[in-house]
């Protein structure tokens, strides 16, 4: 066991730090002291999503049904990928439409004030 | 005096044999496709030298097709127990080397009798499935062996944890026996899993498809929500099978690995009141809250691709294990839809099962509106949520960050399911509905005859009803605190749940809306 002294957002923590050896049995404990880590990765996203029919490439879809609040891009302009294109409302709440990866916006399919279903295209990306 | 070295010659000759597998040459072979072997696996899962195997000299009995003529080492699955990080699990692994890891009535038998053996000494199960499927040549005698194995699953669940990793093939009627298991790890690439391949799905319908659309991981964890996480190779599925065991108990009648040991800590935490957008209808990324909540940022999260509005996941506070059920405001408004009420419910119902406390956190703006989700059944599936937490026996506190609307509020595990604890943040908004939706409906006639007045009337209900305060004063919230003393909070009430025990009418079990 190690003592460590963590500080996270100026507060200090004390931590207690255990090294495990893979190689020992530490047989009769009930109980596995701190876990091994484990990332969790993300899976490829499968290539038959259940993407709406209406979006075609390129095309980005609305996540769900609401209205358009604020168109953050034009067509022409180059956007990095993550860039907000656009905020939707919907159930009490903004929800953002990011680009998925860089590019140009080639069209944008909505204005504000409209009304949008799930999957609606609402941006076209080259 | 000495035992004749002939029988002891003998003995590893046989044991050499069964080790080989399906042959040296073939066990080499996958190793250099980057494969573990099916003894490799259980190799990496157990502790050196803590491996006890059952039935390592097995053979079938099969008299069919020249079959009398082969030795199958094993009948093509290992099986046995050992430790993993100091605490006894079982395990079975399939190996594809030996008759493509099918299955035969020896080889189902192994399989139901390691499972025998772990409920009877309440332990966990880990099966590594890596198998072309049934022993057509033992005909019925290999379904029979599935309908046994299911049989065992069905009767180990809700008694000790069933954790089920697709390592390779796993089709048709042998993805129902890891369906049938707590949690499924598929390693991406290698492993497929499927009721019908894309062979059966063209002659059958015309549809034309992928396999890796009809059975790989991916699809799988994002789209068909069959799995809980997805692997990048052996040594990672091992990997995530022991951080999973670390959060769970051996069997349904301890306590989870709690580490009360550690000192408790009850100061404030400032960085949880940064969080906190100034305006509600900015999205708050519950990933970020749970991050501070947790011990070490460590949020172990189940089904992290699919049904994304709600996050659910285990993690420890201040050394108690927990599970997490969190709206995700960034998803879908966080709203509670079909798949993300089937996806919160089996995780109450696991953690309930295994004496796991919940902890909820509640931001949920509604059920998801629309037709495809009520013809779909979101009564039905929305009801599993409202099931799991009444149900639930377990300490159960609840934080309402900021939305908390309607049925799903109640479906998030207000107090009136039963919550021990619940808190809300000053931000949080527990009302009927929407103050847009209520004034309609309250000043209908007020809003016909004068239209510039509904602004005012809906600030006006804003005020009164979206807050914590009027079901503070109905005792509804056993107190209102700052964001920053969530973490001391969650961890004190906890430990004054810990001791919880609530006894309910004797039933076989309920009747959950499935």
């Known amino acids: 066991m190690r003592k460590l002294r963590v500080t996270v957002d100026g507060k200090a923590y004390e931590v207690l730090v255990e090294e495990l050896d893979g190689g020992s049995a530490p047989a009769g404990t009930p109980h596995p002291s701190r876990p091994a880590t484990a990332e969790i990765t993300a899976p490829v996203v499968a290539a038959s999503g259940p993407s709406p029919s209406a979006a075609g490439p390129g095309s980005i879809p609305s996540p769900l049904a609401g209205r358009v609040v604020t168109i953050h891009c034009a067509p022409g302009q180059v956007v990095e990928a993550g860039v907000n294109l656009i905020t939707l409302e919907a159930m009490k709440m903004n929800t953002f439409v990011q680009a998925p990866s860089g590019g140009t916006v080639k069209a944008v399919l909505v204005k504000e004030g409209d009304g949008v279903e799930e999957g609606q295209p609402l941006v076209t990306l080259e | ?514």
């Open chain 2, 1 to 514: 005096m000495a035992i004749q070295q002939s029988k002891l010659d003998e003995l590893h000759a046989r044991r050499e044999a069964v080790l080989a597998g399906g042959g040296k040459d073939k066990l080499e072979a996958r190793r250099k496709k980057g494969l573990m072997t099916a003894r490799d696996r259980l190799d990496a899962l157990f502790v050196p030298g803590t491996f006890l195997e059952f039935g390592m000299h097995a053979e079938h009995g099969c008299r069919n097709f020249g079959m009398e003529k082969k030795s199958l080492p094993a009948d093509a699955v290992v099986t046995g127990t050992g430790l993993v990080d100091g605490r006894p699990v079982t395990s079975f692994s399939q190996d594809f080397t030996v008759a493509g890891g099918s299955l035969g009535g020896v080889h189902a038998q192994k399989i139901v009798d390691a499972m025998d053996y772990a409920v009877q000494s309440g332990m966990p199960v880990v099966s590594f499935n890596d198998s072309g499927g049934a022993r057509i040549q033992e005909g019925v005698e290999s379904l029979s062996g599935y309908g046994k194995v299911f049989f065992k699953n069905v009767y180990l669940s809700g008694v000790v944890p069933q954790i089920a990793v697709i390592a390779g093939p796993c089709a048709g009627g042998a993805a129902y026996s890891p369906a049938l298991t707590d949690f499924l790890i598929m390693v991406k690439g290698q492993a497929n899993m499927f009721i019908c391949g894309p062979d059966v799905i063209l002659a059958a319908t015309g549809q034309k498809c992928t396999m890796d659309e009809v059975g790989g991981a991916a699809a799988h964890a994002a789209i068909s929500g069959n799995i809980h996480f997805v692997a990048n190779d052996d040594a990672h599925a091992i990997q995530l099978v022991k951080k999973l065991l670390s959060f769970i108990p051996s069997n349904n009648i301890l306590d989870p690995p709690h580490d009360l040991s550690v000192p408790l800590q009850l100061g404030p935490d400032p960085g949880m009141n940064e969080l906190v957008p100034e305006d509600s209808k900015s999205p708050l990324d519950v990933l970020d809250v749970i991050a501070r909540l947790v011990d070490d940022a460590d949020f172990f999260e189940v089904q992290r691709e699919w049904a994304k509005s709600l996050v659910v996941g285990f993690a420890r506070i201040q050394g108690v294990v927990v599970g997490i059920i969190a709206n995700q405001p960034k998803v879908k408004a966080g709203t509670l839809d079909i798949d993300s009420s089937d996806k919160g419910a089996r995780f109450i119902r696991f953690c309930n099962i295994f004496n796991i406390p919940l902890v909820t956190l509640v931001d949920v703006p509604g059920f998801m509106p629309g037709l495809q989700q009520e013809r779909g059944g979101i009564i039905r599936h929305g009801a599993k949520m409202l099931f799991a937490y009444g149900a639930a026996t377990v300490p159960k506190i609840t934080v309402i960050l900021r939305k908390a609307y309607g049925g799903a509020y109640l479906a998030m595990c207000s107090q009136d399911l039963g919550a021990d604890f619940v808190y809300a943040w000053p931000t949080a908004e527990i009302a009927v509905m929407g103050a847009e939706g209520a004034v309609k409906i309250l000043y209908k006639r007020e809003i016909e005859k004068d239209p510039s007045s509904e602004a005012g009337l809906i600030a006006e209900y804003r005020d009164k009803f979206a807050s914590p305060y009027q079901a503070a004063s109905r005792a509804m919230v056993t107190d209102v605190i700052e964001p920053a003393q969530t973490r001391a909070v969650v961890a004190m009430a906890l430990r004054n749940t810990l001791s919880k025990r609530e006894t309910r009418p004797p039933k076989k079990h309920g009747n959950i809306p499935l």
